[in-house]
């Protein structure tokens, strides 16, 4: 085993690595990865446990299975022309020759070469194969690599699906070496000076840094292998230049080295995972930042409907008041006017100074309160309408932001939900906007104003109506008052009961309307505060699960950002312990 090989501060390091990696992957699973992601961090984790692994990927005839049976000294794997490799092929460590097919897509081979034991190789089909299965294996194989050993041909340099693959292979961060085969079909060394400046370019272009590139011919090396006389096979050995290769991947696979490797690959893969989910999460988050804009852009309208509400209340039902005002002025004015000595004779008429009371007096003061309470009622309920739909505005803005996007676009859980809640208050706004009655809810509210206002006077409010239930409550204040203006006077006539008499009448009139006027105000003020205040509710209560959705998704988001934060900097901090290993 490898642990035999290490020294005691290299088994500790291992055994670190190995439960923080299991932690890690554990705190993934809780964080919503998927399990595809969470099975290879898995199954390069293993890897701890097993020998290192030499990947050989490029497109087919670019002599891939020659270059692994130059690189083995013996003949393991079939050659041709034409395409030999239809499986993922393992090879490895055996005590004897076999070959295994472990089912379509995968064969084993066993050899007992002494190179085997300590790295397997793997020969796998060509980039440009059409059957997707096999990109799907050599995906599998790929992030378990130690080393990828990329071959490309000299007659047909990088092709496209070959940088397309080592695309694939830069995703995983994996260490690369390139091998430049069939240079013994190049002229000179100019031709292969420029090629091996071509398949450089690419494959920067494509890994983002520049591998190791070495020109080798597999056919020569092979040649050179079988060649009896010494000197000529010499010369095949150095003319292939496969030795160059072979102490690089030797030098690489060295016993520090190679272990180095062995303890980075699964921590390289745990970061790719946490930075993939890194991305995620900011994705999340970026999308959860407009959908909080929407949220305090919506809470912003329905404060801002609250004060107006609160604000311009006051000064409305200040126009009943005035109303309310006006009548005790004119009240005022007819008993100064009227209860005089010089109509003493209008004042024995009591019913003729009620008629004059009521003309003078109360005149349309029912109703213009009537109509002062009706033009409330109607401001409130356009109020509420244009709540609602400026809430729908922005929910169906949120919605055309997630119509734009593509057709077929994979949806993340928390896309499905948000567009669901969006979905759902959004269509319970509009429903409200499309089926708002104003004339209905006018009603409605009205009816509700007359009961508040028949409950100050006593009585039912039936289908009386709001101006006769004031009408009522006006005259049952003033009643009594009117008859004063003839009672005793008819029975002490003289200079000092009529003054009496009128600023007795003037007293219980004033207190009269000012009890009126509190009483019928507090009811309106009442009535309409609640409805004010049950219309803001409504609407808070509309929009308050995609609120609260927003909000814990927000703290979610920003939970998972910190428990990634905190994942990677632990990789980070062991991967710097195998650099310094």
């Known amino acids: 085993m490898l642990q035999s090989m290490l020294t005691e501060q290299q088994t500790q390091l291992l055994r670190d690595e190995k439960q923080a990696l299991a932690e890690i992957r554990l705190a993934l699973s809780h964080l919503d990865v998927p399990r595809e992601a969470l099975d290879t961090l898995q199954q390069a984790v293993l890897q701890l446990d097993e020998l290192f692994l030499l990947v050989v990927v490029g497109e087919f005839n670019a002599g891939k299975s020659a270059l692994v049976n130059a690189l083995l000294g013996e003949k393991v794997l079939a050659e041709g022309v034409t395409p030999t490799t239809s499986r993922v092929t393992l090879v490895k460590w055996g005590e004897q020759i076999a070959e295994q097919v472990v089912d379509?897509?995968?064969?084993?081979?066993?050899?007992?070469?002494?190179?085997?034991?300590?790295?397997?190789?793997?020969?796998?089909?060509?980039?440009?194969?059409?059957?997707?299965?096999?990109?799907?294996?050599?995906?599998?194989?790929?992030?378990r690599s130690d080393l990828v050993l990329f071959v490309t041909s000299a007659d047909r340099p990088m092709t496209?699906?070959?940088?397309?693959?080592?695309?694939?292979?830069?995703?995983?961060?994996?260490?690369?070496?390139?091998?430049?085969?069939?240079?013994?079909?190049?002229?000179?060394?100019?031709?292969?000076?420029?090629?091996?400046?071509?398949?450089?370019?690419?494959?920067?272009q494509a890994l983002g840094s520049t591998p190791e590139c070495f020109p080798v011919s597999a056919r020569l090396a092979q040649q050179a292998q079988v060649e009896p006389d010494p000197d000529k096979s010499a010369r095949l050995r150095e003319t292939s230049r496969l030795d160059a290769l072979t102490d690089f991947v030797r030098a690489t696979l060295d016993d520090t080295t190679r272990l180095r490797l062995k303890l980075d690959n699964p921590l390289g893969v745990a970061e790719h995972i946490i930075e993939q989910t890194q991305s995620v999460a900011r994705e999340q988050a970026d999308a959860l930042t407009e959908d909080k804009g929407t949220i305090t852009a919506v809470e912003s309208v329905i404060a801002a409907y609250e004060r107006e509400l609160q604000t311009e209340l006051g000064p409305r039902l200040a126009e009943v008041e005035n109303i309310l005002s006006h009548l005790k002025a004119r009240g005022l004015d007819f008993f100064d006017s009227t209860m005089r000595l010089q109509r003493i004779a209008d004042l024995a008429r009591g019913d003729r100074v009620r008629a004059q009371f009521e003309k003078q007096?109360?005149?349309?003061?029912?109703?213009?309160?009537?109509?002062?309470?009706?033009?409330?009622?109607?401001?409130?309920?356009?109020?509420?309408?244009?709540?609602?739909?400026?809430?729908?505005?922005?929910?169906?803005?949120?919605?055309?932001?997630?119509?734009?996007?593509?057709?077929?676009?994979?949806?993340?859980?928390?896309?499905?939900?948000?567009?669901a809640l969006i979905d759902s208050v959004g269509k319970t706004a509009q429903t409200i906007v499309e089926t708002y009655d104003r004339n209905q809810e006018a009603s409605e509210l009205a009816a509700q104003v007359e009961t508040a206002v028949a409950q100050v006077a006593l009585i039912e409010a039936g289908a009386v109506g709001l101006g006769?239930?004031?009408?009522?409550?006006?005259?049952?204040?003033?009643?009594?008052?009117?008859?004063?203006?003839?009672?005793?006077?008819?029975?002490?006539?003289?200079?000092?009961?009529?003054?009496?008499?009128?600023?007795?009448?003037?007293?219980?009139?004033?207190?009269?309307?000012?009890?009126?006027?509190?009483?019928?105000?507090?009811?309106?003020?009442?009535?309409?505060?609640?409805?004010?205040?049950?219309?803001?509710?409504?609407?808070?209560?509309?929009?308050?699960?995609?609120?609260?959705?927003?909000?814990?998704?927000?703290?979610?988001?920003?939970?998972?950002?910190?428990?990634?934060?905190?994942?990677?900097?632990?990789?980070?901090?062991?991967?710097?312990?195998?650099?310094?290993?």
């Not at 085969?181 to 450089?200: G, H, R």
């Not at 409330?376 to 919605?399: F, G, N, T």
Request: proline content about 3%; hydrophobic content about 40%; glycine content about 4%.
């Open 160 to 204: 496209e699906s070959e940088r397309q693959f080592m695309e694939r292979i830069r995703d995983w961060g994996k260490k690369v070496v390139i091998a430049l085969n069939k240079t013994d079909i190049l002229e000179n060394e100019a031709d292969l000076q420029q090629v091996c400046s071509f398949v450089l370019k690419h494959a920067e």
């Open 104 to 143: 379509q897509d995968l064969a084993l081979y066993t050899h007992p070469l002494p190179l085997l034991r300590e790295v397997n190789i793997v020969d796998t089909p060509g980039t440009n194969a059409v059957i997707r299965r096999h990109e799907r294996l050599t995906g599998e194989f790929v992030p």
């Open 468 to 581: 006769a239930l004031v009408t009522l409550l006006i005259a049952s204040s003033t009643a009594d008052i009117t008859g004063l203006l003839a009672a005793g006077v008819l029975a002490v006539v003289g200079l000092f009961v009529i003054p009496y008499k009128r600023k007795q009448a003037k007293e219980r009139f004033t207190e009269k309307m000012e009890t009126l006027q509190d009483k019928l105000l507090r009811a309106l003020e009442t009535q309409f505060s609640h409805e004010a205040e049950t219309a803001v509710t409504r609407v808070k209560e509309g929009v308050a699960p995609y609120a609260r959705f927003v909000r814990g998704e927000g703290e979610r988001v920003e939970e998972v950002q910190s428990q990634l934060e905190s994942l990677h900097k632990r990789v980070s901090a062991f991967k710097a312990r195998v650099q310094a290993m």
């Open 361 to 419: 007096v109360l005149a349309d003061v029912p109703q213009q309160i009537e109509e002062r309470v009706h033009h409330l009622i109607d401001w409130l309920v356009e109020k509420d309408l244009h709540q609602w739909q400026q809430v729908m505005s922005y929910l169906q803005r949120r919605q055309a932001h997630y119509g734009e996007q593509i057709v077929g676009e994979g949806v993340a859980q928390l896309d499905v939900r948000r567009r």
